[in-house]
């Protein structure tokens, strides 16, 4: 249940600040604080004013997110409360108001990720590092309507910059830190003609991993943690009402990611071959943990500006694979068993879309806004050996070069698993498993909002989806890994699901005078994940999970009580989840990935987004915020046949009530608390600003098991900054986790135990910006 000691405290603490400041209007002063910004966002396929949207949204510029220390898609959590970021064997697992899923092996995500537009499905190197950017934007809640196919618990929205026509531009930021981690990010934009324009971006960096010196992965040191990024961009206006835009955009990433893992739990299992538990930040693993990430995107754009229309069109395609991943299975130094990939995973994903915006009057007058849209998604994700790169998993007593090896003794015990079922135990060989699925989606969507009686405004939308996902093939045979297959064991090919939906979206604005521009908003609205199917099978058929169907309700205000730059926004959510996707890893369950469905879930709570100047009449520039996200409600309504770990054995156990448990990597509460304070000194300025968060903790696993606990957790961030005008130069020193909390990025639950991926502790650092 909810911490409501933590609830009551917030809003009293709110109440206060509003007593403090009560009738102090903010914008007859004016701010140089980079905290007070107004955002345009694009939340509703169209530019509008942040406060202006009957949505929960959280946007960031460019300048607020480097104020605040905000450098990846991971640090986004610390400051949009309500955002849940972990990782499992190298996959980003991204939840908004407990709405997730942990479906990462070739399974949609339900926060969708854009980059310009570009949807990325793929949650391998999700968490890249930030540059170039004009803003983020965290859309909370379904946004099935708009933003389409999985986004059931919410979009991230990221829009990088575009090339001026007009002027050139350089930025140029250098920084170390007390990992050894040295990084530069670059961004150059020029215009060659009148009517053409280019920007280049640039990312580098590259330090020791945040572990203890004595880690090692196969008797080795940890390898360095690394990313390099580089982006493109052209601009070309051969009228004036027509922009066209082409972008290329490369990422690699290299290191362990999350498959560094100490298992800090050993099962019955895992002791019975001499595991013993690893605990903090010193950990030992028998292969050479090694992770290596690389995703190219390619765009298309277009934008032509009528008279009573704005049309866009998009067209993508997308890259993504890790081209190698070695995990080792039970986070062990003893041999046990590892899981990796030499060839990489292959993710190749094209879009289109093409949208029809009112603008200006519109055929209907300023009153009636509206769009209408299609959109297409081809998504083939592979795991193999061969030339697509998909998975090969090979299971054997000791052959060179195999993924996934066991010793005699844990051998002897899948001989007596596999023999009933199989007619024979566990080859001399190996076995090797590959999986292919395609996704092909078409939708139409239509969104209008019409104005009426002054004060309101209501909001129609609809999106029609044909969805259909094939399993190309799922197979595990005999043979070694440098051999072709000699028997199969099992062989699935070409099965097919479609999934018709339309799903609807009703809304209501109420803008009372009272409320000094504010707005009172309620909606409902329904959205769907489709089908998914489990490719990773040794010796069961590949299952498939059926779609998971969501109603939301949500009732909000959006005020600014203090005038500009102040903010008071506050939401009430409820949804009712049908058939919620979950994954679950266990060797001795068909063969290391299971996915299964929960019959419903119910979630319900509230959060707040709170900012202001305060004293203005006396302090200039010292800015205040407070978010904060609270579920009072978070079960499964109806889970039955679980699966599962023993609680004292570790052992695999099926056939579950989880009905009444509590969401897998949904918190009580999340929230922050931050301060900024700008001085002018001589030369230009100095910035002062920290920010604290909170997590209540969660669980990972639906069991909710000891052993699958995230304890409750705080995060210090605190920062400096001398901006020396004449130069356009800023100078950050910084501290990230100042208090040095232990926590997790993601715990692994397997059956040899509980194996622990450790976020960063205590990191100091400096950088250097420039601009010109």
Not at 182 to 190: I, V
Not at 471 to 489: H, K, M
Not at 534 to 559: C, S, V, W
Request: some cysteine; overall charge negative.
């Amino acid at each position: 249940m909810i911490d409501y000691k933590i609830a009551r405290y917030c809003c009293f603490s709110i109440i206060c600040v509003f007593s403090i400041a009560n009738h102090i209007k903010a914008d007859e002063y004016k701010s140089s604080n980079r905290m007070i910004e107004e955002v345009m966002v694009v939340a509703q396929k169209r530019e509008e004013k942040l406060q202006d949207i009957p949505i929960s949204v959280q946007a960031f510029s460019e300048n607020r997110l480097e104020a605040m220390g905000i450098t990846s898609i991971a640090d986004l959590q610390l400051v949009a409360p309500g955002m849940n970021y972990t990782e499992t064997s190298g996959f980003g697992i991204i939840y908004i108001r407990g709405v997730g899923s942990d479906t990462f092996l070739m399974g949609d995500p339900n926060v969708a990720t854009y980059l310009d537009g570009v949807y990325l499905p793929f949650a391998v190197g999700q968490n890249q590092e930030l540059f170039g950017l004009e803003r983020i934007e965290v859309l909370k809640g379904p946004q099935g309507t708009l933003f389409g196919r999985g986004a059931n618990g919410g979009a991230i929205n990221i829009m990088t910059k575009s090339p001026s026509l007009t002027e050139s531009e350089i930025q140029l930021e250098l920084g170390y830190d007390s990992l050894n981690t040295t990084q530069t990010k670059a961004y150059f934009s020029y215009p060659i003609v009148d009517t053409l324009a280019m920007s280049i971006s640039a990312s580098y960096k590259s330090g020791d991993h945040w572990y203890d010196e004595e880690s090692t992965g196969g008797g080795e040191k940890l390898p360095q943690v690394s990313s390099q990024a580089m982006r493109v961009k052209l601009l070309w206006t051969p009228v004036d009402e027509l922009e066209l835009g082409l972008s290329y955009m490369q990422s690699l990433e290299q290191g362990t990611s999350s498959g560094l893992q100490g298992n800090s739990e050993p099962s019955l299992l895992a002791q019975v071959v001499g595991i013993t538990p690893q605990t903090g930040y010193t950990v030992d693993n028998d292969v050479p943990v090694y992770y290596h990430a690389n995703n190219k995107i390619m765009s298309f754009t277009g934008l032509w500006s009528g008279e009573n229309h704005d049309y866009k069109f998009l067209v993508s395609r997308q890259d993504g694979s890790p081209m190698g991943l070695f995990i080792d299975f039970d986070g062990a130094p003893q041999p046990v068993a590892y899981f990796g990939t030499s060839n990489g995973a292959v993710n190749e994903v094209k879009t289109a879309e093409v949208q029809m915006i009112s603008a200006n009057e519109g055929l209907f007058g300023s009153n009636v806004r509206y769009n209408f849209g299609y959109y297409w998604v081809n998504w083939v994700s592979a795991l193999d050996p061969v030339f697509l790169g998909l998975l090969g998993i090979d299971l054997s007593t000791g052959v060179q070069n195999s993924t996934l090896s066991l010793p005699a003794g844990f051998v002897g015990l899948l001989d007596s698993l596999l023999e009933p079922l199989l007619g024979f135990g566990t080859p001399s060989g190996a076995v090797r498993l590959v999986g292919r699925n395609t996704l092909d989606s078409h939708a139409l969507y239509a969104q209008t909002s019409i104005d009426f009686l002054d004060d309101f405004t209501f909001t129609v939308g609809v999106r029609y989806q044909e969805e259909t996902r094939t399993l190309d093939e799922s197979s595990s045979s005999l043979g070694d890994s440098n051999i072709e297959p000699v028997v199969f064991i099992q062989k699935y090919e070409d099965i097919e699901d479609e999934v018709k939906s339309t799903k609807p979206k009703i809304g209501l604005e109420y803008r009372p005078p009272f409320l000094d521009e504010g707005m009172i908003y309620a909606s409902w609205q329904q959205s769907i994940k489709g089908t998914q199917f489990n490719l990773i099978n040794i010796y069961d058929p590949p299952e498939m999970i059926l779609p998971e169907e969501m109603d939301a309700i949500e009732l909000g205000i959006k005020t600014s009580p203090f005038g500009a730059g102040s903010v008071f926004n506050f939401a009430y959510f409820k949804y009712d989840i049908e058939n919620l996707q979950v994954q679950f890893v266990s060797l001795l369950q068909g063969g290391a990935v299971t996915q299964e469905n929960a019959g419903g879930a119910a979630i319900e709570g509230f959060e707040f987004e709170f900012q202001t100047l305060l004293f203005p009449s006396v302090i200039d520039n010292l800015v205040l915020i407070a978010n904060g996200t609270m579920l009072t409600t978070k079960e499964y309504t109806e889970y039955l046949n679980g699966s599962g770990f023993d609680p004292n054995t570790g052992l695999l156990s099926t056939g579950n009530d989880f009905s009444g448990n509590e969401i897998a990597r949904a918190p009580d509460a999340t929230g922050t608390v931050g301060i900024s304070k700008t001085t002018e000194v001589p030369g230009g300025s100095l910035e002062i600003g920290a920010d604290y968060y909170y997590n209540s903790g969660f669980y990972y696993l639906a069991q909710n098991s000891e052993k699958s606990v995230e304890d409750a957790y705080t995060v210090l961030n605190a920062r400096v900054s001398y901006f020396y005008q004449p130069a356009n130069l800023r100078i950050t020193l910084y501290g990230r986790n100042l208090q040095g909390t232990e926590y997790n990025y993601g715990r692994f639950h397997v059956d040899f135990g509980t194996a622990d991926y450790k976020a960063p502790r205590d990191i100091i650092g400096l950088k250097v910006n420039w601009q010109f």
